[in-house]
């Protein structure tokens, strides 16, 4: 990545967002999602559903008998308890009126199709609490699936993983304790951290730019970027490198009061510049 001043203001995004025509933006979601859920998809059955699987396979993602069906996820797998079924996870974004049923379908096609108990699931991933049932209660049918809501899960949990797919998804979690200002530069330094190059940096920031539209966080987020981006850039700083103490020093003091005034906590700042507490302190 090109060096430029300590204190410039950039946008490690700006480059691809402009030169992407417009989508729509459910594409754009459900396109983020295929991309990164399998990365992902580990940590999150774990975690979020509970489930400790030892093997699994990939099955057709058609079902077909009197229409076809894509589910998002379709996966013969076996947990800890020896327990073999077919796991089968829906990405939604938006309520749906016929959730339940469209659920329900699948539910009868891969009873048919595999002869394996299934386990279905819908993670949803809009703002707020979804409002879609879950349930069919009739005098010849008892049916329901499980629905989770990323809104209501602490948006830590993701940032444990040292995947950047899965730590992504903090975004779209629950920022209760911390705040949206705290939790969006926390989710951005995870993310840069677990990316492996400046390439897919970039376009981890470029997704998160899109999945902040979900929770209307777009202003914040880039007011996220421009602070966070005033301390990347710091590690590949040619004052740092070469290790020239007085301009590190300089360069250093000027980066910690641009950071004071974003309102960043001294012990961030003196992780990023280097410089003690008391020095920052005293700025």
């Known amino acids: ?6 204190r410039a203001k950039f946008y490690t995004f700006d480059f691809m967002s402009k030169r992407q025509p417009k989508e729509n933006p459910a594409n754009q979601y459900d ?12 940590g999150l059955i774990e975690h979020l559903l ?18 076809e069906r894509k589910p998002d996820l379709l996966k013969k797998v076996t947990d800890s308890s020896g327990k073999v079924f077919i796991l089968h996870i829906e990405y939604q974004v938006q309520n749906e009126n016929e959730m339940v049923f469209r659920m329900a379908e699948y ?9 394996l108990p299934v386990e ?25 699936y499980q629905m989770i809501a990323l809104s209501e899960i602490d948006y830590k949990i993701f940032l ?23 939790a969006l530069r926390n989710i951005l330094k995870g993310v840069q951290a677990g990316a492996k190059g400046d390439f897919a940096e970039n376009r981890y920031f470029e997704q998160l730019r899109i999945l902040a539209q979900l929770r209307k966080l777009d202003v914040k987020f880039e007011e996220a970027m421009e602070s966070i981006t005033k301390f990347f850039k710091i590690e590949n700083d040619p004052f740092f490198q070469r290790g020239e103490a007085k301009g590190r020093k ?5 980066v910690a009061i641009e950071m004071k005034k974003d309102g960043i906590s001294a012990d961030q700042i003196a992780k ?4 003690s507490i008391e020095e920052i302190e005293k700025l």
């Open 1 to 6: 990545m090109n060096s430029c001043p300590i």
């Open 31 to 42: 396109k983020i999602f295929r991309e990164n859920m399998e990365a992902a998809l580990p």
């Open 50 to 67: 509970g489930i400790n699987i030892i093997h699994s396979e990939e099955i057709p993602d058609d079902i077909q008998h009197t229409k």
């Open 107 to 115: 539910m009868v096609m891969l009873l048919r199709k595999y002869a």
């Open 120 to 144: 279905q699931y819908v993670l949803f991933m809009g703002a707020g609490k979804p409002r879609m049932l879950t349930t069919i209660d009739e005098d010849r049918l008892k049916y329901n």
């Open 160 to 182: 444990k993983s040292e995947k950047p797919e899965e730590k992504m998804l903090a975004i779209l979690a629950n920022f209760e304790h911390d705040g949206e200002d705290l």
């Open 250 to 254: 300089e360069n250093a003091i000027a």
């Open 272 to 275: 990023f510049t280097k410089l």
